[in-house]
């Protein structure tokens, strides 16, 4: 694997390892700062609201600046929304902090991109291990995010984590000192602008991006959900800060750690039935969490949630780059994140009054029928996007 890939996947570690961090601090925060309990996830959401607003100005943006240009601009946006944060931590302004987070949100939905930028970076045969080793770059972010949450607290005294955001501000500078290693292959906006191609709308009608979207929607969606809310419930079921930090760090795991054998599955079993796996691992971790609420039961189900989010999302995400051609790239990328994160955004603005008005059980109740929904549109589209990868 060339040494471009690699860098890529230490720019989504740190990347993700911020996430984490984001993860394990902002709903306690929101908890804190929040006028009504409602609101306790609004900074989670304006996040998911930021990174859905980038998901299509980026793929354009870097159609015509260029992958490596366009990197740079993301994490130049999180930096200031690391210093909004801060600032309003300071000041102990709810509205601000949620500012801050929006740019956050921007910040990370360019950086959603990394994986697409690997793939391009790589000869075809490499794609599904490219893919997987850029996601495996979340390894080092499981074990990183929540120690970073951890022993940032100690760093600026004021009970409000402002030093987990201070610990931000240093993992988006490196990354930008590792960007500028990157060596990607020269941007071909103009190239591709002359060649035929097809509107956005018949692309996303074809069955293998209905499929792709589908799954790439809801396993982000879920898995935010209950990944959001489980350190509010388990704060309310009296666990403290660093045993929800811990069950994050294995729930992460789950998410990136199988990116190693991933690809080795899809190639024996295919892409489907491993994206049908993951689904059922989600299943199982509902189960769990609706059996009991003892940190072993907040515990396996977060990993069983990651492992599930990671078959179903590398799987997606190797679906969908087949359902385009190269001048098609930028508005088809577009569309697949824009539709991904709109979910995503959707469940974190409810996953707070959801868990306040419904409760936790409830809560993952409801998320049921949308795992079984998402496994008959597979079986509904299994032949035609059988066919389809049959002919690539």
């Known amino acids: 694997m060339n040494i471009t890939v690699i860098l890529l996947s230490l720019c989504q570690a740190l990347l993700t ?24 996830t609004l900074p989670v959401a304006m996040q998911f609201v930021g990174l859905m607003c980038a998901t299509i100005p980026a793929s354009l943006v870097m159609s015509r600046i260029g992958r490596k240009n366009g990197f740079y601009l993301g994490n130049s946006v999180g930096i200031a929304g690391a210093l909004c944060c801060i600032f309003a931590l300071q000041q102990g302004s709810f509205i601000l902090f949620c500012c801050g987070t929006f740019l956050l949100g921007i910040g990370i939905g360019f950086g ?18 490219a893919i997987s080793l850029v996601m495996a ?43 500028s290693f990157v060596r990607m292959p020269g941007h071909s906006g103009s190239q ?14 074809q069955p293998v991006f209905i499929v792709a979207a589908t799954i790439g929607m809801v396993s982000y969606a879920v898995m935010n959900l209950i990944m959001t809310v489980t350190p509010v419930a388990m704060a309310r079921c009296g666990f403290d800060f660093n045993a929800s930090a811990w069950v994050i760090e294995w729930h992460v795991l789950g998410m990136f750690l199988p ?4 690809p080795r599955l899809i190639s024996r079993l295919g892409l489907l039935p491993v994206m049908l796996l ?23 189900a977060l990993a069983l949630l990651g492992v599930g989010w990671n078959f179903m999302f590398i799987g997606a995400t190797q679906l969908v780059t087949s359902a385009y051609l190269p001048a098609e790239k930028a508005k088809s990328q577009a569309a697949n994140e824009f539709l991904i994160f709109g979910m995503v955004t959707v469940s974190a603005f409810s996953s707070g009054w959801l868990e306040a008005t419904l409760g936790w059980q409830m809560l993952n109740t409801l998320m049921i029928p949308v795992l079984v929904w998402v496994m008959l549109v597979v079986y509904v589209y299994r032949k035609p996007v059988s066919r389809h990868l049959a002919t690539i």
Request: proline letters at 4%.
């Open 17 to 40: 390892t911020g996430n984490v961090l984001l993860i394990s601090v902002n709903a306690l925060i929101g908890q804190q700062l929040a006028p009504s309990p409602g609101l306790i």
């Open 112 to 129: 959603t991109l990394y994986r697409f930028a690997a793939i391009e970076a790589c000869p075809d045969e490499q794609k599904s291990r």
């Open 137 to 179: 770059g979340g390894v080092l972010a499981a074990v990183m995010g929540p120690n970073l949450a951890v022993s940032s607290r100690s760093w600026v005294d004021d009970g409000v984590f402002t030093g987990a955001f201070v610990g931000l501000l240093f993992l988006y500078t490196i990354a930008l000192i590792l960007l």
């Open 192 to 205: 591709q602008s002359q060649q035929s191609s097809r509107p956005v709308l018949e692309i996303m009608l």
């Open 259 to 262: 990116s190693f054998i991933t």
């Open 278 to 300: 993951g689904a059922v691992l989600m299943l199982l971790c509902i189960a769990l969490n609706l059996h009991g609420v003892s940190q072993w039961h907040f515990w396996a």
